[in-house]
């Protein structure tokens, strides 16, 4: 392992001019260092100019997605030493407008998210004195896997879908859906099913699948959205076959 | 160019996302999906296919031997033989994507692996059954 590598940055200072550019900088290599780490290495010893956004290091947070060398990622968890001898090549994710150099407007997706309403919904509230709502372990399991987003948007970053129409909900905030739908706890089933069984919801998603590779913490976002296709069209079915059974 | 509703009208100092008119080209996942897409017209041909042999077997001999040359005319064979290829490639992704899609419970959640094999054991014995019926079983 060489002990000096070149990252190419992506740079775009909208008071620099309305292009995106690429600065090299060549920093040490350590085996035990992220590709965050370098852009840290960059921003306190060599230029301190440089934005983007990050802050547990540890997986957690979501804050810390870009494309590396083409793939989107989250740096911290990407490490320079498994990126060949360089140059790494870094870039704001794909498919989101650019605020400023590694930084993208997360907006549009922080609405989308409010909008399939990802929390526990009940009709009727049960009194505090009651106590709390029990779930087996065997329930639990049921939504454990879409519960572990972290909102990261790197799913968004890999999908052609939403980089072509921009209306689609998306992957994440679909599989969050899906994660309070399957919870025992949960009533919000109907509720969310107005949102997502739009066009610009489950339907515009056409099973590319990317976002599933992609996902650091194998939430299987693709996976939610054919599950939440298939309930859909059930729910169509009995609605129209048994308009009383229906919902 | 492609801009997301959000930002629509709003900040110019944002730098926009673009998207090529090859973005499929891109990626060897998006072109895999692309073929995959493309495979649909080759199972709408063979649909089309079946419907002419039919309709050529229910008017008569001189028509079906007529479709038997037609048949076996080199680029009907050519489009044939490339269209086999696209649909063997449409079941395998299918079948492939189906774990992902389908949640199965006899008593407890059935594993992805069994589904995806379930699907191909079906296909082995239909394959079987029509074999069997063409060879005169
Ligand atoms: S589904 Fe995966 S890739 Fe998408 S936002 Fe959640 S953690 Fe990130
Ligand atoms: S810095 Fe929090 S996920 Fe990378």
């Known amino acids: 392992m060489a002990d000096r590598i070149t990252l190419q940055v992506a740079r775009y200072r909208p008071d620099a001019g309305p292009e995106q550019t690429f600065q090299e900088y060549e920093i040490p290599c350590r085996k035990e260092w992220s590709v965050l780490d370098g852009l840290n290495y960059i921003k306190d010893h060599v230029d301190g100019t440089l934005a983007y956004r990050w802050s547990c290091r540890m997986g957690i947070c979501g804050s810390c997605g870009m494309n590396v060398n083409g793939e989107p990622k989250l740096t911290c968890g990407t490490f320079l030493s498994h990126c060949g001898s360089g140059p790494v090549r870094i870039e704001p994710l794909r498919n989101f407008p650019i605020i400023r150099d590694l930084i993208v407007d997360i907006s549009d997706f922080m609405r989308k998210l409010v909008s399939v309403k990802p929390w526990v919904i009940r009709a009727i509230e049960k009194p505090l004195s009651e106590g709390e709502y029990r779930q087996t372990p065997q329930q639990h399991d049921e939504y454990k896997q879409f519960s572990m987003c972290i909102n990261c948007m790197i799913c968004y970053s890999a999908c052609p879908v939403y980089a072509l129409d921009p209306h689609f909900i998306g992957p994440a905030a679909i599989a969050l859906a899906q994660r309070y739908n399957l919870d025992s706890r949960d009533e919000g089933n109907a ?53 009383r059974g229906g919902r | 160019m492609s801009t997301s509703p959000a930002q ?130």
């Open chain 1, 191 to 243: 509720e969310r099913m107005d949102v997502l069984s739009q066009h610009e919801g489950i339907w515009d998603c056409t099973f590319v699948g990317e976002c599933t590779k992609v996902c650091p913490k194998n939430v299987d976002p693709a996976g939610a959205i054919q599950r939440y296709k298939l309930s859909a069209a059930l729910d169509t079915m009995t609605s129209f076959f048994m308009p």
């Open chain 2, 8 to 137: 629509q009208g709003r900040n110019p100092r944002l730098l926009q996302p673009t998207i090529s008119m090859g973005w499929w080209l891109q990626r060897g996942t998006y072109f895999a999906f692309m073929m995959r897409e493309l495979s649909c017209v080759f199972v709408a041909w063979f649909v089309l296919y079946l419907i002419l042999l039919v309709r050529s077997v229910s008017r008569g001999e001189a028509s079906y031997q007529h479709f038997l040359e037609r048949s076996a005319a080199a680029d009907i064979v050519l489009l044939n033989v490339i269209s086999l290829a696209f649909v063997v490639y449409h079941t395998v992704t299918f079948f492939n994507a189906a774990p992902q899609a389908m949640v199965a419970l006899v008593g407890t959640r059935v594993p992805g692996a069994l589904i995806g094999a379930s699907h191909y054991a079906a296909w082995v014995a239909v394959s079987a059954f029509v074999a069997w019926v063409l060879l005169g079983g």
